[in-house]
């Protein structure tokens, strides 16, 4: 979760004011490729259990699978969501640090 921090600051350079922007972008453009990945996944499984529940083992739930399909991916993206809010907020900058206390950057002597 810090690496967003690490490549946000990368990317910016010395322009503070586009830091936090870029933080929320990159969030986003993860958080969106982790439902899509996590979601297919998901509703691989439950085609596949519906399909053997309904035509293997002729259970006869036809009228419950699209109600299991909009919970479960309600519920991925609420867990999204807030993981990309935890995300955003682990690296969200209020005001520029002050010059030469940075790690990365050595400090400047008169």
Known sequence: MKRV???????VKDKFYLYNLYVVAISFIFSFFLFIIA???VLF???ILAYISEKILKLGHENVWPVIFSVTMITL????????????FMNFKIREPRRGFNRHEPRKTI
């Not at 921090?5 to 990317?11: N, P, Y």
């Open 5 to 11: 921090g690490i490549i946000a600051s990368k990317i």
């Open 39 to 41: 979601g297919s996944t």
């Open 45 to 47: 499984s439950l085609k």
């Open 77 to 88: 993206a609420v867990i999204t969501f807030i993981f990309n809010l935890c995300l955003i």
